[in-house]
């Protein structure tokens, strides 16, 4: 065996399975320690990480419990913190709160977390260019890099590590500082609406309606044809915009139903991304915004809609401070990125109030939008609130299905600006709404005014003498450009063309014709000019003439006019 050389061999590859990320345990487990006591602990560790360069899943639970307590001014203590847990239902994830004792007994000073939060951020940087160069390798090694995408996946790390938030550095402080020159040179006046006309870019709106006026249907066929470029809502198609839905109320079976009902389905969904019950936290804490926005920043979105809002607080409806607390962990930071928000509401029990719970939920929104349904699939879309008074006020609207049996048939369901004709036809009363009721009911259209008030008295449709004369008057005029829709009583015999000197529509049914009696004329029939009657002879014969009058032809020179008397 003395002859036998030992072939070299590669060394194992560096990206094996047990090769460790950069984290350090140690100091996440004393930042875990010291904010469960100290608020002003974790508010200094606020301004150095983020919840995302926290590397340990139990301690970004403890973070995110802790960052909760903080926003509503609640008392800090290990044991408070166990209880918080508790409530979600996530003490398992800090083995059963034994985390939460060990963790609580012995830890750092306040004073001390500053210069451990920095030992973590530093080890995040590492772990995201890591990550970032593994994304790199891995486009290179499949084949599907061009550079391009490289160059694309680089300036996507390259912003987000400017936009971190360091404590050594003031810029994203000074960001918000405004730039005089640049700030007034800007035309804030000449503004492009989003596909719609509801809102602008970056502008927060709040869409409310009763259960079953149809808010989600309305928004999301507007929001589909706004990722997909199509015009919505009468405005002219625009470039598509990426959307994010996020939804917490409808299943997936009406979901897809919907959509392959507005047209959607695979390769016509454009840039809309649909999360349907993420399990983000409550967006009125830091954890539950923080979720919200790496979403958004993972889809690219320039647009969120959360229907319905309700579903993602875990405050009182009714209590301002859950709004606020929205607002402040959530939509603010959506705002300061330039994202759009739409929120669908519920209506109060009283309607003329608006949505349902505090009054704070229409303070921190540019303009609220209230959907109330008018009946046959007509919708009125009204701005009831608004900051800015940008774009119109209010939408008539008309709600377009087509069902097969208990399903929408594809590409058939709509929303659509009512018309002219669309809006009279639906005014209560109005002289159109009756002529479409007593179309539906099959009066015949030269019904007269005796048939068209029965018919309205069992319609139960109130009409005074005078509004039914002109609705009479309008559909026997209607009659006469549509004769097969006569009444059979009044014209029992199809309506034929005739010629002066031929039978009309009323001659002999059993094909002779009458005599004649006027030229152009028959008798008996309807039009024919009445004959004169003889007149009395002076001698006294009014009985048998009188009697004979009606039937004795008159001598043609009793029609004759009068003789025109000579001029000059």
Not at 543 to 561: C, E, K, M, V, Y
């Amino acid at each position: 065996m003395e002859n036998v050389r030992p072939l070299p061999r590669d060394t194992g590859d560096s990206d094996a399975l047990n090769r460790r990320m950069p984290h350090d345990a140690d100091a996440e487990w004393l930042i875990g320690g010291v904010i469960m006591h100290d608020p002003e602990a974790y508010k200094a560790c606020a301004q150095i990480i983020k919840r995302d360069d926290l590397y340990l899943r139990p301690v970004r639970l403890i973070w995110d419990v802790v960052g909760g307590m903080v926003a509503e001014n609640k008392e800090l203590h290990p044991v408070l913190v166990r209880a918080e847990i508790d409530r979600l239902g996530r003490l398992r994830e800090v083995d059963g709160g034994a985390l939460i004792d060990r963790l609580g007994t012995d830890y750092i000073t306040p004073s001390m977390a500053p210069a451990f939060a920095e030992r973590i951020r530093d080890e995040a940087r590492l772990r995201r260019h890591l990550e970032h160069a593994t994304a790199i390798e891995a486009a290179i090694l499949t084949g599907t890099a061009d550079p391009d995408h490289l160059d694309k996946l680089t300036a996507k790390q390259t912003e987000y590590e400017a936009s971190r938030t360091t404590a050594d550095s003031p810029t994203h402080l000074t960001g918000a500082l405004l730039d005089w020159g640049p700030f007034f040179a800007t035309d804030f006046g000449a503004v492009d609406l989003l596909p719609g006309r509801l809102l602008a870019p970056g502008q927060q709106i709040t869409v409310v309606g009763d259960g079953k006026a149809g808010k989600s249907l309305l928004v999301q066929e507007w929001l589909w044809r706004m990722a997909t470029g199509q015009s919505c809502l009468g405005d002219r198609p625009q470039p598509a915009v990426p959307v994010l839905y996020v939804d917490a109320e409808n299943g997936h079976q009406d979901i897809q139903e919907r959509f392959v009902s507005y047209g959607g389905g695979p390769g016509r969904m454009g840039l809309m991304s649909y999360a349907s019950f993420p399990p983000i936290r409550p967006l009125d804490t830091a954890g539950g915004g923080q979720d919200l926005l790496a979403l958004v920043r993972d889809c690219e979105a320039q647009l969120v809609c959360l229907d319905t809002v309700s579903r993602f607080i875990s405050g009182p409806e009714n209590d301002a401070d859950t709004w606020l607390s929205l607002y402040r962990h959530t939509l603010l930071p959506l705002k300061r990125a330039g994202v759009a928000s739409v929120r669908l509401d519920h209506m109060g029990k009283d309607g003329e109030r608006g949505a349902r719970g505090s009054s704070a939920k229409t303070q921190d929104v540019d303009h609220v939008w209230e959907l109330r349904a008018q009946g046959g699939g007509n919708l009125l879309l009204r701005r009831t609130h608004t900051r800015t008074g940008i774009g119109p006020e209010q939408f008539a609207l008309v709600r377009q299905a087509r069902r097969d049996g208990d399903r929408y048939m594809p590409g058939c369901t709509r929303h659509i600006l009512m018309t002219y004709e669309h809006l009279e036809q639906n005014i209560v009363g109005s002289d159109e709404q009756i002529i479409l009721a007593l179309d539906g009911a099959g009066v015949p259209l030269d019904a007269g005014n005796r048939v068209v008030k029965a018919k309205l008295a069992e319609l139960q449709i109130p009409a005074g003498s005078d509004k039914i004369a002109r609705v009479v008057k309008a559909r026997q005029n209607r009659a006469k450009s549509d004769s097969a829709r006569r009444s059979p009583e009044r014209s029992p015999d199809p309506f034929q063309e005739t010629f002066p000197g031929n039978v009309p529509r009323n001659a002999s049914r059993d094909g002779k014709a009458p005599a004649q009696t006027f030229p152009g004329n028959t008798e008996g029939t309807s039009g024919t000019p009445p004959v004169p009657p003889v007149p009395p002879s002076k001698r006294g014969e009014r009985g048998g003439n009188a009697r004979n009058s009606h039937t004795n032809n008159p001598p043609l020179r009793h029609l004759q006019p009068p003789p025109q008397p000579r001029l000059g």
